[in-house]
């Protein structure tokens, strides 16, 4: 098994999910992002038998889980959750968004 971290990004959008669920139901809100953590921490187990999405991102690999999909790269002796997203988003505009963005020198 091999670690697995979390970007700002995957930790943000977690964090949306949860309060988006706690709108209805806080238990059910702690219950799936404990499911849903336990889920990214699997991945570890065998990360390279996951489906490649190099058409969204150079090395990104997926793991769905019920209407979310957890992305992910392999890096060396180390998984980093990338994302985490609902399935019906347009996730090919949001992984070409956010490499807008990596390009888009700071000021």
């Given at each position: ?88 988003r347009d996730l090919p505009a949001l992984f070409r968004q956010g490499a807008q963005h990596k390009a888009t020198p700071s000021k």
């Amino acid at each position: 098994m091999v670690q697995v971290a979390f970007s700002p990004k995957s930790r943000q959008d977690i964090l949306d999910i949860g309060d988006h669920i706690a709108g209805d139901s806080r238990a059910n809100a702690r219950r799936f992002i404990g499911k849903l953590m336990d889920h990214c921490q699997r991945i570890g187990n065998a990360p390279l038998g996951y489906a490649s999405r190099e058409d969204l991102a150079a090395g990104l690999r997926m793991a769905p889980m019920g209407g979310y999909v957890v992305f992910f790269r392999v890096l060396g002796d180390m998984v980093r959750i990338e994302r985490v997203l609902h399935g019906a988003r347009d996730l090919p505009a949001l992984f070409r968004q956010g490499a807008q963005h990596k390009a888009t020198p700071s000021k």
